[in-house]
Each structure stands twice: as structure tokens, then as C-alpha cells.
């Protein structure tokens, strides 16, 4: 296990811990509203398969970052659930590609209606203006975190010309 130099980050404020602290609590919200819906974490690909057409299983695992083994069983629950169905790739017929199936697009539409109704109702007292606020500063802290996964990770004792990015996968 490989550990993050911290001895040049800078210094966290009071309103960054703050922030950790509700970053941590949102996320433990979201957990809790998945754990009361039906939706399980299979269910999540759906909606880049939906979104980007059929794919491979190696590109749905690269859109969504995980592991294409986790991709592949989740993919395997979709099938067997009617969701999406497997096609021959007409590029590699080696190959298939993962396609919603009608099924699969019903649930996407289901998901989203839930979610809009959630939003909704947490969002009922705000103004357009709070909620347009929140939305661009939401947006560019969700930039700021995906820059930030992308960068190699210094590792604890190197020096920064000696920090390289980890090659085995």
C-alpha cells in the first residue's frame, strides 16, 4: 500500500474541515437512499449504456472506473435481470457489445423519475438563484476532484522528480 505525501498540501482551514465533514455526510445520505431504493450498483451502468450507445465491456469499465472483472459480473446481473443484452461488435465479431434493452430504458426512466422527485423535494424551499449557485459551484468542485483523481499520487519519502506515475495494473 502505497501512501500520499502530505507535508505539502496546504494547510486545512476551518471551512474545509467543514466541508469534509459534509462531503462525508452527504455521501453516507446517498448510501442511505440507494440502500432504500431497488437499485443496486449493477444498476448504475445502465445509464452510460443508455447515454452512449453500446459498448464493450472494456469501455463501460473505463467510463464508469472500475475494474472491467466488477464491469463484466455486473453486466452478467444486468443480462440475467433483462436489462441489457449482449450484441455481436460488427467492428470485431470476436467481440460484443452491451446494449439496453427495452427493459433497461424503462428502469433508466424509472431511476431518473425517482431521482428528480427526490430532488425535488429536498430542494422545495430554494430559490433558482440558490439552486443555479450551487449547481456551478457543485459542478466545479466535481472538476476539481476528477483533476485531482487524475494526477499521479506523490508517494510518501519521494522527491517530486523522482514521483512517477505507478505502471503496473
Known sequence: MTSI???????RTPAAEELVEEFGSLMRVVHLHK?????R??????FPVAHHGPLRTTAL????HTDPSTTSRQVAELVSEGLVERQDDPADRRACLIATTAAGRAAVSAMRAQRA??????????SPQEITSFTGDLRRFREALAASALAPAPVLGSTPSSTQP????
Open 5 to 11: 505525501d502530505t507535508s505539502s498540501a496546504p494547510a
Open 35 to 39: 440502500a432504500q431504493s431497488a437499485m
Open 41 to 46: 450498483s449493477a444498476h448504475s451502468l445502465l
Open 61 to 64: 469499465a473505463e467510463l464508469v
Open 117 to 126: 422527485r427526490l430532488f425535488a423535494e429536498a430542494l422545495s424551499d430554494w
Open 166 to 169: 505507478d505502471q503496473e495494473h
